[in-house]
């Protein structure tokens, strides 16, 4: 916090070794680290409040499972702050929130088909919410910083600003398939539109199978979710295409509108275009 540029990194570096050496030790002490997010406003050099930033990340790490909202606040306040070098290494260790989100909510079970625990079951539940309320907390700060300047297609490609930060932590969260299933949950989906959907699936799993196609289903399903415009429809009918006649193309090209018509769609919020067009 007030060290020097090699002091900082002699004192992360030691971090690290303690985590490694002695983990249960550093788990069991991890918990001091949130005394310190309330200091963070009195440093003064802005090095030395990334240095802090940076400094944090194996303690969300460790933390982020029982005191995600105190580390999600300070996220959200320290992400916008007006020095670039600060927001990046908030945003870098802000990856552990998106890990504690995505691994409660698709806990790892081995051997597969085994049930979740008690207890698992109700992290599933807390992180859904948890996910759900970070995500509209987020595109409720970006539409508070889209001054509506930018004009590029790609977030990669806006200038270094508060609203780009926010975009690139917002596009992390919503890139997961954890994230697809929140939508659906918060918002039920017509049976008719699911019965649709698995049609869709049987079909596109037997022309992936008899064109021999390195893509799968989930490939598809991704391909939609994350479109950019209309011309990625082209991307999913050439999974599905062999090169085949004309006539066979046209079934082809009748399935993939299909698929792109039923599936969700991440710029709609995770509804599909019929879901979209019933809402009118």
């Known amino acids: ?27 069991a002490g991890a918990h001091v680290a949130l005394e310190f997010l309330q200091k963070f406003d009195r440093i003064g050099p802005v090095v030395n409040k990334a240095a802090l930033v940076s400094g944090l990340s194996l303690f969300f790490l460790v933390l982020a499972d029982d ?28 990856e552990w929130l998106y890990v504690s989100l995505t691994a409660r909510m698709d806990p790892f079970m081995y051997p597969k088909g085994k049930k979740l625990t008690d207890k698992q079951r109700d992290e599933q539940i807390k992180a859904h919410k948890q996910y759900e309320h970070y995500v509209r907390d987020i595109k ?17 490609e806006m ?33 008719e539109t699911l019965l649709k959907r698995k049609q869709i699936e049987e079909e596109l799993v037997k ?14 399903k991704d391909a ?25 193309l046209d079934t082809i090209l009748e399935l993939a509108t299909n698929a792109w018509n039923y599936f969700p769609h991440k710029i709609l919020n995770g509804l599909s275009p019929a879901e979209k067009l019933s809402d009118y």
């Open 1 to 27: 916090m007030a060290g020097s540029r090699e002091e900082f990194k002699k004192a992360k570096k030691g971090i690290e070794t303690l985590w490694h050496r002695e983990t249960e030790a550093f788990k």
């Open 67 to 94: 005191h995600f909202e105190i580390l999600k606040n300070f996220t959200l306040k320290v992400i916008r702050h007006p020095n670039g070098h600060v927001r990046e290494a908030m945003r870098k260790t802000a």
């Open 140 to 156: 409720a700060l970006i539409d508070q910083y889209d001054t509506g300047d930018e004009n590029t297609e790609y977030v990669d």
């Open 159 to 191: 200038k270094p600003s508060v609203n780009k930060s926010l975009q690139q932590l917002w596009g992390r969260l919503t890139e997961s398939r954890s994230y697809q299933k929140l939508p659906e949950a918060a918002k039920p989906v017509p049976s």
């Open 207 to 220: 022309q992936l199978r008899v064109t021999e196609s390195i893509f799968s289903l989930q490939d598809v």
């Open 224 to 248: 939609i979710f994350h479109e950019k415009n209309s011309n990625d429809l082209m991307k999913v009918v050439a999974m599905l295409d062999r090169g085949g006649d004309t006539s066979e």
